[in-house]
């Protein structure tokens, strides 16, 4: 059995943390001494282990208590919504660097980006021996095969919005 206060720093957690989890009914302790004080199981510990993880991965403590109270389906959908969440993120960051980039009117700082992006995806092809003619020839063909793919590789790239659409109307048109 464990206190309030060695749970807490078994899992590195403040004591009022597991307070407010309790008054969520996230994690109760499996019990009272005789002194009303918490007390906590191994099934609490591994509850709280659980609870620990699901925060790691950035759910928030209602979808935990949803998953954890109910497990069946639950978990997939709730990591799935949260990945979707994330790549929501990084696409809103992925702008934010741009516009930043565009206020400092200097496209050489798009080297700093630390992800792909167009100018090092267009550097690779080239160095690898790729024409414009071969580098719409492959748009096309990535348009023809997977439009979804594409247009999300286009955006993984960090290109405008406006950018994207170009790329893909010219794909469509040299398609056919």
């Not at 001494?33 to 950035?58: H, M």
């Amino acid at each position: 059995m464990y206190t309030i206060g060695r749970l807490a720093k078994r899992f590195h957690l403040s004591r009022s943390a597991l307070l407010y989890y309790d008054s969520i009914g996230l994690l109760n302790p499996s019990g009272r001494t005789e002194g009303d004080y918490r007390v906590y199981s191994e099934k609490d510990a591994k509850r709280l282990e659980q609870i620990c993880t699901y925060r790691q991965a950035g759910l928030r403590l209602e979808d935990i208590k949803q998953v954890l109270d109910s497990p069946e389906n639950s978990l997939v959908s709730v990591l799935e919504r949260r990945l979707d969440e994330l790549n929501e993120d990084v696409r809103r960051l992925r702008e934010q660097q741009h516009f930043i980039i565009g206020l400092l009117k200097n496209n050489s700082l798009l080297e700093r980006i630390t992800v792909m992006n167009k100018q090092t995806w267009v550097s690779l092809l080239k160095a690898s021996g790729f024409t414009e003619e071969e580098m719409v020839r492959w748009h096309v063909e990535f348009e023809r095969l997977s439009p979804e793919k594409h247009e999300r590789f286009l955006r993984f790239l960090c290109i405008p919005e406006d950018e994207i659409q170009a790329i893909r109307s010219l794909s469509m048109s040299a398609e056919g």
